[in-house]
């Protein structure tokens, strides 16, 4: 299953926007995803993941403010991100995961991800 995410683009702080991640197959297969970001000359990180039974995990940065969903009937995985702030612009990410004792690791080919720019 390849993921293809979208919906980035600029927003001023204190707005919304929602990514979308697009599978080719049927999402309800993966039993963990997650998004991530990467912020110009940082790593990447982990900001939120979503399992097939239901459970979410939140970075401490985004807790609060970004919510991690799967439409299953449409095979896409969303992130929908409220408040943003200036330290949130990164090019975002989505990718499988998998579980090594209580961390999530990526699991899967990385896409091109979608850029989100927040600032005035």
């Known amino acids: 299953v390849q993921l293809v995410e979208s919906g980035g683009g600029l927003v001023q702080p204190g707005g919304s926007l929602r990514l979308s991640c697009t599978a080719s197959?049927?999402?309800?297969?993966?039993?963990?995803a997650g998004w991530y970001r990467q912020a110009d000359g940082k790593q990447r990180e982990l900001v939120a993941a979503?399992?097939?039974?239901?459970?979410?995990w939140y970075a401490e940065t985004v807790r609060d403010r970004f919510r991690i969903s799967r439409d299953n009937a449409n095979n896409t995985l969303y992130l929908q991100m409220n408040d943003l702030k200036p330290d949130d612009t990164a090019v975002y990410y989505c990718?499988?995961?998998?579980?090594?004792?209580?961390?999530?690791?990526?699991?899967?080919?990385w896409g091109q991800g979608t850029r989100v720019t927040v600032s005035s």
């Open positions: 990718n499988k995961l998998r579980k090594s004792n209580s961390d999530y690791l990526p699991f899967g080919s």
């Open positions: 979503n399992t097939r039974s239901g459970i979410v």
């Open positions: 197959g049927s999402i309800d297969s993966i039993t963990y």
